[in-house]
């Protein structure tokens, strides 16, 4: 399996931290400049591919190692090459009207900054090129470049201090380490691939199934075959996410002509990304831990395209796209199922938000904020709902009967709530008053 120990690093020194701000600077300047003759070339041949591959890499990659070390300069080119073919790739598939993964035109590999206005201070050292030792006092050392040894009277394997432990110090093959200085919290920050054995994979409890309904307001929608729904509300998460956005729109308003970042705003963007990363890992590991103590062993998404297709508005998809990154949590619920030995299936989840599921309409049928109404004398959650007609419609059967739904909502730290007597200090649960209407589910309002 392939995982991901993310840590803070601590120059021993001084001496040690200026030498590690000149390394990463020199990254930076080295990206730049790579990313420039692309650009270029890219401009002027009107957008065509294979005039990108031209820029001479070569020399600039001599130009830097004297201060990166060579391995060090090759990946940090390396990994601009990787950024120009994912736009590629991107662009492809916005041009592609039958591919929906793409929705907004994507933009060539930006910069990270200038000397003037302060770069985006980052790196990438290959796996052989550094060494981490797990232990009571952890260590990470890298490699650095002669002219960097030469000016500091250095060693030349510049040696860091790990804060904390890694989720996955067991493992058999490490990656390429991406390094770089985390301007929110003025903490240098590491992030380390490995391989793990699959042995440490769980294994499901049971053969039990579930379905989420992944949407804006509320995020994730869950209904298993044992009878049990969860819903995790995402409108405060959202409201914070847009007011950072206003900020940054409103501090870019501000700058001077030709200029389209600052510190501030850059700082402000990484704060928003860490906040929606932080509560899409924790809510995956969240559910996930609840669906494994049920004996869930698979679990039914919905695709993107259903998504455009049954919730789109411009605000909707500012939510989908930009706020919670539907793609990224996917890919990163895919891969938390992994570790509980749960398996993930893609399946069309359309008009689920629509149907009835005590009469079937589709057309009839009514939503307001979070209630679906139909003219039979249906009223309930549309988003529960949708989560338990998706979830019938891959089993092929009806759902047991539903207990209460469980409803999260995000405190900065934890998927939590105001508990009621004899339940999770996490969990809250839904009125008890409107649990039930005509015999169906919740249709409180989150």
């Known amino acids: 399996m392939k995982r991901t120990n993310t840590f803070a690093v601590r120059p021993l020194s001084e001496t040690g931290e200026q030498l590690l701000r000149d390394l990463l600077d020199a990254s930076a300047a080295l990206w730049n400049e790579v990313n420039y003759q692309r650009l270029m070339r890219y401009n002027d041949e009107d957008g065509f591919e294979g005039d990108v591959w031209d820029a001479d890499t070569g020399r600039l990659e001599g130009k830097y190692k004297g201060v990166l070390g060579a391995s060090t300069a090759q990946q940090v080119i390396r990994k601009n090459s990787e950024a120009w073919r994912g736009f590629f790739e991107s662009k ?59 000016r500091y009277d250095h060693t030349g394997r510049l040696r860091l201090e790990i804060a904390g432990n890694p989720n996955w110090p067991d493992y058999e093959k490490q990656g390429r380490l991406d390094l770089w200085y985390d301007e929110t919290d003025s903490t240098f920050r590491a992030s380390q691939p490995v391989t ?34 969860y819903l995790y509300e995402g409108r405060e998460l959202f409201h914070r996410f847009r007011e950072t956005t206003r900020e940054i729109a409103r501090l870019q308003s501000k700058l001077p002509d030709g200029r389209y970042s600052s510190e501030h705003i850059r700082r402000l963007y990484h704060k928003r990304t860490r906040r929606r990363d932080h509560a899409q890992e924790a809510l995956c590991r ?57 398996s993930v299936e893609v399946r069309s989840e359309a008009w689920t938000s629509q149907e009835c599921p005590q009469c079937g309409s589709t057309d ?51 998927w939590s709530g105001i508990s009621h007597p004899h339940e999770s200090p996490k969990e809250q649960r839904t009125d008890p008053s409107t649990v039930h209407c005509n015999g169906n589910i919740v249709s409180s309002e989150s």
């Open 286 to 342: 969240d559910l996930l831990e609840q669906l494994y103590e049920e004996g869930v062993d698979t679990v039914y998404i919905g695709g993107l395209t259903d998504v455009l297709e049954t919730h789109w508005s411009v605000e909707t998809n500012a939510k989908t796209h930009n706020f919670w990154s539907f793609k990224k949590f996917t890919e990163r619920l895919a891969c938390t199922t992994e570790e509980y030995g749960i």
């Open 364 to 414: 009839r049928t009514t939503r307001h904020q979070d209630t679906l109404t139909c003219p039979c004398g249906f009223k309930g959650h549309a988003d529960l709902t949708a989560s338990e007609t998706f979830l019938e419609r891959q089993t092929e059967q009806s759902a047991r009967p539903m207990a209460r739904p469980v409803r999260f909502e995000w405190d900065d730290h934890n």
């Open 196 to 229: 793990v054995s699959d042995e440490t994979r769980a294994t499901p409890l049971a053969s039990e199934k579930a379905a989420l309904d992944i949407g804006a307001n509320n995020l994730v929608a869950c209904t298993t075959t044992t009878g049990e729904q």
């Open 92 to 150: 492809k598939a916005c041009h592609d009207a039958s591919n929906a993964s793409v929705t907004e035109h994507p933009e060539p590999p930006g910069f990270r900054g200038n000397e003037d206005d302060g770069r985006q201070l980052k790196t990438v050292i290959r796996n052989t090129s550094y060494t981490v030792e797990w232990g009571d006092r952890s260590r990470l050392e890298i490699l650095v470049g002669s002219e960097l040894k030469d």
